[in-house]
């Protein structure tokens, strides 16, 4: 039989869990559950690893993700509606067909203040959602460039998309030092400088089911309103 303090002890524990869990907005997402911690400062969510053929880094990155929600759809289904025109008007007709499948995909930029950028990133992956991340490869640093993505610069294409899926803390201040990325070449989980991110960044897109609920969307993307003056 358990003792009565025990029991006290137990209850107020479990008490505590669900007060903080109630005060943190990113616990409202389903897939919150998802995120790892580790006691060296990584935060992150598990993707698939895909490899791109030739110049389809848009839809194999959203492959990567709308797997990471069972939703099973090859690069190949997803290419025709990507063909032709800039990232973001790639990004568009990819849209129109991710609706298909019943999941939304919701863009923002990446020219918001610096802080303000790094805390809807941060949002998005305690909540449990990857994001697909617009980069410009010229901008790019040196560590960041593979033997793929020199061929593609040779080519004259430097717009590229991958999935940022988790953020690195300093081990000892937990201050924010860089971010966790998948990149379409088949490359799994890299690490880039926060800064370095940031620079080489065109814009993201927060990928949710269409039933998602708004609150945890509108938590996300809320370092991003216009500050009142």
Known sequence: ???????IVFLFALLSTLTLRAADPSQKS????KVK???????????AVKKQKKETCNPTSMSII??????????RALQKASAGGDDYKRSSYLRTQVARYGMEMIPFRGRAERRDVFSA????????????????????PRYDINEYQQAQLASGVSGHARVLHGYLLDRRTRALRGFIFTDPWGLRRREIQADDMLNMT???FLVVPKNFDPAVVKYVLAPLEPKKR
């Open 121 to 140: 990133v941060r949002r998005a992956v305690d909540c449990g959602l990857p994001l697909q991340w617009l980069v410009d490869l010229k901008k790019a």
């Open 37 to 47: 911690r580790t006691t060296s400062g990584e935060v992150y969510v598990r993707v």
């Open 202 to 204: 065109i814009g993201f």
């Open 66 to 75: 709308l797997n990471y929600f069972d939703v099973f759809v090859s690069p």
């Open 30 to 33: 389903p897939y919150a559950r």
């Open 1 to 7: 039989m358990v003792p009565f303090r025990l029991k």
